[in-house]
């Protein structure tokens, strides 16, 4: 059992709906986790990151932490077609390494 | 303000031939990082870097070697080239390890044949 898992999709929705991304973990010693967004033939860049349970928001962003289900969300409100990306998960564990997940591909139909 | 740079961007190797990837960085950053990524299978650390002069091996260290010998520069050695090698390399910095954001270069895609 990998120790992050994401779904890699693809995910393909309408212009304009609420995008819902997740991972599960089963390390519950996780500390910081993260959402980095990959165009296609570029490298990841840091999208949101939280260190607790709870939600973060930034714009139309939405990250959630769920400690107790080891379970993170990516929420995206408004979607639009510069959205479409693969977005990955990625967690620190106890010796502050990135594990990360597989990515999934998100597609924003116009 | 380049970030990382990795060149080349693309290459093609025969099985057996060597090749450096090079990496380079000019925000200052301590921590050094080679990644590989594979469709479907999330990035995978090959090496990393805290510093000069200071490397350790990653999850997916056989067949590559690094060195460190400036805080800017951070090249992945590939020794006889494997198809199984076949894969898309990123260098990434950052100014600690984990919980600070990772900068990251566009990457090198690698075939070897």
């Known amino acids: 059992q990998k120790e992050v898992e994401q779904d890699p999709g693809p995910l393909s929705v309408p212009e304009g709906a609420i995008v819902s991304l997740n991972c599960t973990y089963s390390?519950?010693?996780?500390?910081?986790f993260m959402w980095y967004r990959q165009y296609s033939r570029k490298g990841p860049e840091l999208l949101m990151y939280t260190y607790s349970s709870g939600n973060k928001e930034d714009g139309r962003f939405t990250a959630q932490v769920d400690k107790s289900s080891k379970y993170i969300s990516l929420f995206i409100r408004d979607s639009q077609p510069s959205d479409s990306a693969t977005y990955l998960c990625?967690?620190?564990?106890?010796?502050?390494?990135?594990?990360w997940g597989a990515g999934t591909k998100l597609i924003i139909k116009p | 303000n380049a970030g990382v740079t990795q060149t080349p961007k693309f290459r093609i190797l025969k099985i057996g031939q060597s090749m450096t990837l090079q990496c380079t960085q000019d925000m200052n950053h301590n921590y050094m990082y080679w990644y590989r990524q594979d469709p479907g299978m999330g990035l995978k650390l090959i090496y990393y870097?805290?510093?000069?002069?200071?490397?350790d091996k990653g999850e997916v260290p056989n067949g590559y070697n690094v060195s460190r010998s400036t805080t800017e520069d951070f090249p992945l050695r590939l020794e006889l080239a494997a198809p199984s090698q076949t894969s898309v390399y990123f260098c990434a910095s950052s100014t600690q390890t984990g919980g600070t954001e990772a900068f990251f270069g566009q990457g090198t895609r690698l075939t070897v044949v």
């Open positions: 990625a967690m620190t564990d106890s010796n502050y390494q990135l594990i």
């Open positions: 870097s805290v510093g000069a002069g200071i490397t």
């Open positions: 390390n519950s010693a996780f500390q910081y």
